[in-house]
């Protein structure tokens, strides 16, 4: 069985009958097994964990987005533009630069409100669970330059790890987040760190930022110096200590971030004529994976 499959019936998700649903557990079935289940039992559950959900229709179920994307937008053209999917375009001389960035860590250090934060300038009290992915974009100006970043955030839980590998192709940057206050959170740090570097794009450049998030709280489990020195030990980026809630250092890690990645590829060209783009074919979740390749050779 495939990440395309429902693991009831074991047929392919599609955009009607078959659309993906994901419960408040997690797992995801297909809206006509679901709707079987509910005639069949008057209500629903996961046929996985056994969870029962709130809702009686199906239809009021989240569609995982993640999957859709896999199966019907794997170049991600609907989400802005075309150029996502190539996570850098020039356009009038290198005027106009995108650049897909990707947040990593585990669950409950703040990726989302951080992004929240950034995009926004606001911060939610309310904390949902990241389910598969999310994304946001932010156009800045630095000189004479307009950079636009494509923020994607992945979920921290490691149910949803096989979902988000796909999502780590062709990222310029990642930003692994950790909170300050749990030595847990940045014990996790390495399985996050080796997941990002097995799945990245080789011929991009390791850039990693480090994050320790939530200093509002004054409760630090993590000193500076450990912090500086798991930054050399795995040869990280830069290393800033945020805070979603007041807003600290959050606008300098992204600019920082914007600024190092224009230096690093302001000579390189990417033609919007050799954009690599994913075709999904088949049901096997490596095999539905064949890349179109232009100048990368990865």
């Given at each position: 069985?495939s990440l395309?499959e429902?693991?009831i019936?074991?047929?392919r998700?599609?955009?009607?009958?078959?659309?993906?649903?994901?419960?408040?557990?997690?797992?995801?079935?297909?809206?006509?097994?679901?709707?079987?289940?509910?005639?069949?039992?008057?209500?629903l559950?996961?046929s996985?964990?056994?969870?029962?959900q709130n809702?009686?229709d199906p239809?009021?179920?989240?569609?995982?987005?993640?999957i859709?994307d896999?199966l019907?937008?794997?170049?991600?053209?609907?989400?802005?533009?075309?150029?996502?999917?190539?996570?850098?375009?020039?356009?009038?001389?290198?005027?106009?630069?995108?650049?897909?960035?990707i947040?990593i860590?585990?669950?409950?250090?703040?990726?989302?409100?951080?992004?929240k934060?950034?995009?926004?300038?606001n911060?939610?009290?309310?904390?949902?669970?990241?389910v598969?992915?999310?994304?946001q974009?932010?156009?800045?100006?630095?000189?004479?330059?307009?950079?636009?970043?494509?923020?994607?955030?992945t979920a921290g839980?490691?149910m949803?790890?096989s979902?988000?590998?796909s999502?780590?192709?062709?990222?310029?940057?990642a930003?692994v987040v950790?909170?300050?206050?749990?030595?847990?959170s940045?014990?996790?740090l390495?399985?996050?760190?080796?997941?990002?570097?097995?799945?990245?794009?080789?011929?991009?450049?390791?850039m990693l930022?480090l994050?320790g998030?939530?200093?509002?709280?004054?409760?630090?489990a993590?000193?500076d110096?450990?912090?500086?020195?798991?930054l050399?030990?795995?040869?990280l980026?830069?290393?800033?200590?945020t805070s979603a809630?007041?807003?600290d250092n959050v606008?300098?890690?992204?600019?920082?971030?914007?600024?190092?990645?224009?230096t690093?590829y302001?000579?390189?060209?990417?033609?919007?004529?050799?954009?690599?783009?994913?075709v999904?074919?088949?049901?096997n979740d490596?095999?539905?994976?064949?890349?179109?390749k232009?100048?990368?050779?990865?």
């Amino acid at each position: 069985m495939s990440l395309t499959e429902c693991p009831i019936c074991l047929e392919r998700f599609n955009r009607t009958e078959k659309m993906p649903k994901i419960l408040s557990c997690g797992h995801t079935f297909c809206k006509n097994c679901l709707t079987k289940q509910k005639q069949k039992n008057n209500e629903l559950f996961c046929s996985i964990c056994r969870e029962k959900q709130n809702v009686n229709d199906p239809e009021q179920l989240i569609t995982n987005r993640t999957i859709y994307d896999l199966l019907y937008n794997p170049t991600n053209e609907d989400l802005d533009n075309d150029s996502i999917d190539s996570n850098f375009s020039t356009d009038s001389k290198e005027e106009n630069l995108e650049f897909k960035v990707i947040m990593i860590g585990p669950a409950f250090s703040g990726k989302t409100s951080l992004v929240k934060r950034y995009v926004t300038q606001n911060f939610i009290d309310t904390y949902n669970v990241t389910v598969g992915l999310d994304f946001q974009s932010k156009t800045i100006h630095i000189g004479k330059k307009t950079v636009k970043i494509h923020i994607w955030d992945t979920a921290g839980t490691e149910m949803f790890q096989s979902l988000s590998r796909s999502y780590f192709r062709k990222c310029f940057a990642a930003i692994v987040v950790f909170d300050i206050n749990e030595k847990k959170s940045f014990e996790s740090l390495d399985t996050w760190i080796n997941f990002y570097r097995e799945n990245k794009e080789r011929c991009l450049d390791d850039m990693l930022y480090l994050v320790g998030n939530k200093i509002d709280l004054n409760n630090p489990a993590v000193s500076d110096e450990e912090a500086n020195s798991y930054l050399k030990e795995n040869n990280l980026k830069k290393y800033f200590k945020t805070s979603a809630k007041s807003g600290d250092n959050v606008e300098k890690l992204f600019e920082s971030i914007a600024k190092d990645l224009i230096t690093n590829y302001k000579n390189q060209d990417f033609s919007q004529n050799e954009k690599n783009t994913i075709v999904l074919n088949g049901n096997n979740d490596d095999e539905d994976k064949k890349v179109k390749k232009g100048k990368c050779g990865c």
